[in-house]
């Protein structure tokens, strides 16, 4: 939740001298790349193994991976039986990778499924590409599924020009903060910008107190800019026997000792500070003395009940962790939890409403309230349900993945997992629970968020969110981290749905009935995809995947669970980012002289959503052409746009010259490329599914003649013309249809015969065709041609 990024805090200029950690490791060999990794070791996985191509073939890959064009994928390969180690040994081929590349494994979790999951990081020459995964999912010795984020580097340019020491001073410029509470190894590493371009960065960890700042800064290590900055502070929007601020009397748990009572939960290791004297540090417990004590068991200070109800809260939030998802603490490993309540060293103006957890420790912040700059008035950040988001946040941190970035889609999903935890902790302890959040926190609103409704006309219209993927209140821009606090109205409603189900209309105009499967199901499914599956940058199509992944483990396949989850996403909008696979390879290599290809779909319709391609290549002296023997796509709209479409190109990739593209159901002419490759695209959207296509491939000799008129079976004239046009033909055919399609390929004349003879003569009247270029496509039983065809009067 957020209030604090839409407003600016009062900078107050501190000094105080810096020592700056230097890292220097020779990267240059396998062993010092090793001990590099080992330096970056976190507390809660290892790496025990560097895998480099210096230590294995390339095995050619048994299977292949669709990937997004964020380099997303989700494979389940269950029934190929494959083992860890065979899988291994495939990175290399399955993604593409050169020997630039190398993987580092992390120590594998066991979860109480059974399943075991390990994650792979990625390195280009030494380096780790960030937010970059491999998760390889097993059971009984055998890969379930394959999922992760990996994106090509495209040879980045390698230049450290920056020192750590400069690197650290331009973080600190560019995020503008003067007083730090700490120093940080900085981290060499590639990171991903807009248009996929990766830099090499220096990652910097700034942490500030005044004014209250955490994040990564990456800082280019050619140029010394900051490239990007990412949040480690997870806001909050609203914004014993212990008489609570929101929820009246409850039971807590506190300290006894010698006359004193504390609020400290020894058994859960929960304790509240009052925040008016804290120094702010997250490297250590706040100072014992900090904590609220009370003469007796029976805490009712009035000025004590907003630090009483997170305590409570928090106690309550423990349990419901323990209870239904087996979390022993945040990390699992009962680590501490620090709750400070009014910490007024955040905001030197004593405005320091917010709540918020501390990325990397157990420090949990929440302010007191207080009136915005919009003039709202927020009674103190201490609810229920806001306690319990940002504990989950202290959860997401340490998911198996370690996370999810603070930034973008991951950013919103994290927010999203923030508010499903924080819902099914209010439905746990049975207080009022509802798909509210945040409810009486605001002076004249009800609620700040809704999971139900999350662009409710009673939310202010800041707080408005999305209930489909992209569509209305859709953050774009770059606004509060690119949208984390708005754009995660999608999952929470997506999660609304699957627990309580509904039926309706998205923003997108598609149909959704949705089975509920209750909060139960729901909310393990949703803890095992964040916990299990969600790589660190993960966008909304790998929560789909994931999700998929969690019910199909804990329900199977074939459970309603299951099918809830994917009408649920359907209901949102994400389906339509699932790419479907053609059937059989993605990408064909032809070394014979000569093939055929399909769609895929055989005698059936073709997939929506496909996204293939077919790349043939010959010996170097050879050509290849193409003839298309079926052809039947969906066709242009009225102003010419195709959905579905076969493209081809004179070359391996897409960035080689376009030979055509093609749509409806008219055989593309005869093709040639002009070099021993070409590549072949077929795309299709959701809707509407036809035949699809079969083409043949062979090598053949190149010849001068151009591609388009391949063979002089008919005469056209005159060519440019203005009244009509002529067709003549060599040589008798049957089944003829001519069509004449405009600029954008849309057919604007179209003439069927059965039959004509040798040098007959079919007459096309022009005249109502206004000037310029068109193309006259004839196909007949013997023939498939493409002309130019100018128009002009
Ligand atoms: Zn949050």
Redesign the pocket.
């Given at each position: 939740?957020?209030i604090l990024s839409k407003k600016n805090y009062v900078l107050t200029v501190c000094f105080l001298s810096l020592a700056c950690y230097v890292l220097s490791q020779d990267l240059s060999s396998v062993s010092g790349l090793k001990n590099y990794l080992k330096s970056q070791e976190t507390n809660t996985q290892k790496i025990v193994k560097v895998i480099t191509k210096e230590t294995k073939e390339i095995e050619k890959p048994t299977f292949s991976i669709n990937k997004t064009s964020f380099g997303s994928f989700s494979k389940d390969i269950k029934h190929i039986r494959a083992k860890q180690l065979s899988v291994e040994n495939q990175l290399y081929g399955l993604f593409g990778f050169d020997k630039n590349y190398s993987f580092a494994q992390m120590s594998p979790i066991t979860d109480e499924l059974g399943f075991v999951h390990t994650n792979y990081l990625i390195y280009y020459k030494g380096y780790l590409v960030d937010d970059q995964m491999i998760m390889i999912h097993q059971k009984d010795g055998i890969i379930t599924s394959i999922n992760g984020v990996v994106k090509s580097l495209n040879d980045p340019l390698i230049n450290i020009a920056v020192s750590d020491q400069q690197a650290f001073d331009n973080a600190r410029e560019g995020i503008a903060v003067e007083q730090l509470v700490d120093i940080f190894p900085i981290e060499t590493v590639f990171v991903r910008l807009d248009g996929d371009v990766f830099r090499l960065a220096k990652k910097v960890k700034i942490f500030s107190i005044q004014p209250l700042k955490k994040y990564y800064a990456y800082i280019d290590a050619h140029t010394g800019k900051l490239l990007r900055k990412i949040s480690l502070m997870?806001?909050?929007?609203v914004e014993g026997q212990a008489h609570t601020y929101y929820n009246g009397m409850q039971l807590i748990t506190c300290d006894h000792d010698d006359g004193v009572y504390k609020l400290k939960d020894n058994a859960r290791k929960i304790m509240t500070y009052n925040g008016a004297n804290w120094k702010g540090n997250d490297k250590e417990a706040p100072p014992e003395n900090l904590i609220y004590t009370n003469a007796t068991a029976n805490w009712v200070d009035e000025d004590m009940r907003p630090a009483l109800q997170v305590h409570w809260g928090i106690e309550k939030t423990y349990d419901y962790y323990l209870k239904v998802h087996q979390r022993n603490g945040y990390d699992n490993k009962q680590a501490p939890v620090y709750n400070i309540y009014n910490p007024v060293i955040m905001d030197i103006t004593g405005k320091m409403f917010n709540a918020?957890?501390l990325s990397g420790s157990g420090i949990l912040l929440y302010g007191r309230g207080g009136l915005d700059a919009n003039g709202v008035t927020y009674k103190p950040l201490v609810l229920l349900d806001i306690a319990a988001?940002?504990y989950t946040?202290l959860v997401t941190s340490r998911s198996n993945a370690g996370g999810l970035t603070y930034f973008s889609e991951s950013g919103a999903l994290?927010?999203s997992f923030?508010?499903i935890f924080a819902t099914a902790v209010d439905f746990y302890t049975g207080i009022n629970p509802n798909w509210l959040l945040g409810e009486g926190i605001i002076s004249d609103r009800p609620f700040i968020r809704s999971m139900s409704d999350p662009g409710s006309e009673q939310l202010l219209v800041s707080y408005r969110q999305p209930d489909t993927y992209k569509g209305k209140y859709w953050e774009f821009t770059g606004k509060d981290n690119a949208g984390?606090?708005t754009n995660s109205g999608v999952q929470n409603y997506w999660f609304y749905l699957l627990c309580q189900g509904g039926t309706g209309t998205n923003d997108k105009g598609d149909n959704y009935s949705v089975t509920g499967i209750g909060m139960d199901a729901a909310s393990k499914i949703a803890y095992r995809n964040l916990m299990m599956y969600l790589p660190m940058s993960a966008q909304y199509i790998d929560a789909y995947y994931g999700s998929l992944s969690a019910a199909k483990d804990l329900y199977g396949e074939g459970s309603q669970q299951y099918k809830s989850v994917i009408d649920a996403w359907y209901a949102v909008g994400v389906d339509s980012l699932i790419p479907t696979p053609c059937k059989g390879e993605k990408r064909l290599v032809a070394i014979e002289t000569a093939g055929t290809f399909t769609d895929g779909s055989g005698d059936g319709m073709y997939k929506k959503n496909s996204n293939c391609s077919w790349v043939i290549k010959s010996v170097a002296d050879k050509i290849i052409q193409l003839e298309f023997v079926n052809f039947e796509l969906e066709g242009a709209d009225n102003d010419g746009s195709m959905s579905d479409y076969v493209s081809v190109y004179d070359g391996a990739t897409e960035s080689a010259p376009l030979i055509g593209k093609y749509c409806g159901n008219i055989l593309p002419p005869l093709l040639k490329s002009t070099k021993n490759e070409i590549l072949v695209t077929f795309i299709s959207d959701k809707s509407v599914q036809k035949q699809g296509f079969e083409v043949r491939y062979s090598a053949v000799v190149p010849t001068s003649i151009n591609n388009l008129n391949l063979d002089n079976k008919i005469v056209v004239y005159p060519n440019p013309t203005s009244e009509q046009i002529f067709v003549s033909f060599k040589e008798s055919q049957s089944a003829v249809n001519i069509f004449i399609c405009d600029i954008l390929g849309k057919i604007v004349k179209e003439v069927s015969l059965s039959q004509v003879y040798t040098n007959e003569e079919v007459n096309i009247n022009v005249e109502d065709l206004p000037s310029g270029v068109y193309t006259l496509r004839v196909v007949g039983d013997k023939l498939n041609t493409l002309h130019k065809m100018i128009v002009n009067k």
């Open positions: 939740m957020n997870y806001c909050s929007d918020s957890a988001h940002e946040h994290n927010e923030s508010d984390v606090h």
